[in-house]
């Protein structure tokens, strides 16, 4: 048999393997020691020194040709070790959905919120969450000794007390922002201040950390309807237009009028829950920017008014329609049972 034959029968000897064991036993009799390209090696010693050359040559590039081929398909015997055979294979089975994960819910809520206020010029700021007891209290109108403070339940910071700005907290709301933002000089203010806050309290609607929006609109001739006007275009956007809000009169010491703004409870429909307690869920606070809070600012009251509103984010997320979460901690538990539904 001449190289060429050779040659075509292993190519045909290679179509019908189906095994590994079968390739090897194939390449034993091909390229082994005692196989058939040795053999020839062995035929062509008694031939002249120049036909051993042309045809030795020959025989070495049949034979690398041999093993690359039975290299290549190694590899692919081995791939389909354990695949099915190709008339098994169902072509509509799906394939596997890699896992991926997805912001938080808190987050995705913020997102949403800025979204929401971005139309309307409104833009996000940030503040210090842990800030002097002046920017969270004092510049608001509620000097140390207003009974007021006792309402947010303060962490206080154990460090050394500043003659102006007094101790420091970790911020009670959102509303340290608020002189902050004025004391930047810059007019009209259209702010959003997204924050963490803190408090000591903690039961199935109150968490010793939490998220707030404030909203501030300073600019002349603002008035109450702006800010009924805000409020109204946020819950329609952010909890649909079938969501009823109403606003209670309150004393806060930094806006005059006062208001909490409270949205119908979506676990109960409005009949009372164990996480509403009467059919109503505080949403947060707003009111009219207060004179002292504009001065505190250095703006000048009686040429500029404003309003303002804070609301907690973990609150809102709670009210959106169809969502029945009946107890805040669970939003920070990071139980992925829970979170995955989101
Ligand atoms: C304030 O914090 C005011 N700064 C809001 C404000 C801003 C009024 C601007 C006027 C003008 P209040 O303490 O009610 O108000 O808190 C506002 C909202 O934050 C609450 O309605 C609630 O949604 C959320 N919140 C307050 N405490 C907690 C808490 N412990 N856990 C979760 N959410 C909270």
């Not at 390449?27 to 045809?55: P, V």
């Not at 929401?116 to 920017?135: N, Q, S, V």
């Not at 008035?223 to 009823?244: A, C, D, M, Q, W």
């Amino acid at each position: 048999m001449d190289l060429k034959e050779l040659l075509s029968q292993f190519k045909n000897d290679l179509k019908n393997i189906s095994s590994l064991e079968n390739l090897e036993a194939v390449r034993l009799s091909y390229a082994g020691k005692k196989g058939a390209l040795a053999k020839m090696l062995k035929d062509i010693a008694n031939l002249s020194a120049e036909e051993k050359k042309t045809l030795g040559k020959k025989i070495n590039e049949a034979k690398q040709e041999i093993q690359e081929k039975i290299a290549e398909a190694q590899g692919g015997l081995a791939g389909k070790k354990s695949a099915l055979p190709m008339d098994k294979f169902l072509k509509t089975l799906p394939g596997k959905k890699p896992v991926t994960g997805h912001l938080h819910i808190i987050s995705q809520a913020i997102s949403e919120i800025v979204e929401i206020f971005k139309p309307l010029g409104f833009t996000r700021a940030r503040y210090p969450e842990i800030d002097w007891e002046y920017f969270a209290f004092e510049a608001l109108n509620i000097p140390s000794t207003h009974p007021a403070r006792d309402e947010w339940e303060t962490f206080f910071i154990d460090a050394p007390v500043d003659k102006k700005f007094g101790r420091q907290v970790i911020t009670p709301h959102t509303s340290n922002g608020q002189v902050r933002e004025m004391l930047k000089g810059n007019l009209p203010i259209r702010m959003l201040n997204i924050s963490r806050c803190g408090r000591r309290q903690e039961d199935a609607s109150h968490l010793q950390t939490f998220f707030q929006f404030e909203g501030l609109a300073i600019d002349k001739g603002v008035s109450i309807t702006h800010l009924k006007g805000t409020l109204e275009y946020f819950v329609k956007n952010f909890f649909g237009p079938k969501r009823k809000i109403r606003l209670r009169p309150y004393d806060f010491r930094f806006t005059e009028p006062s208001f909490e703004v409270d949205i119908n409870c979506d676990l109960c429909g409005g009949a009372g829950c164990k996480f509403c307690k009467g059919g109503w869920v505080e949403l947060g606070g707003a009111g009219m920017v207060h004179p002292n809070v504009l001065k505190a600012g250095g703006i000048d009251p009686n040429v500029y008014t404003g309003f303002a509103f804070g609301w907690g984010i973990e609150r809102v997320y709670m009210m959106k329609g169809g969502i029945k979460i009946d107890d805040i901690r669970h939003l920070v538990n990071n139980d992925l049972r829970f979170l995955e539904q989101f």
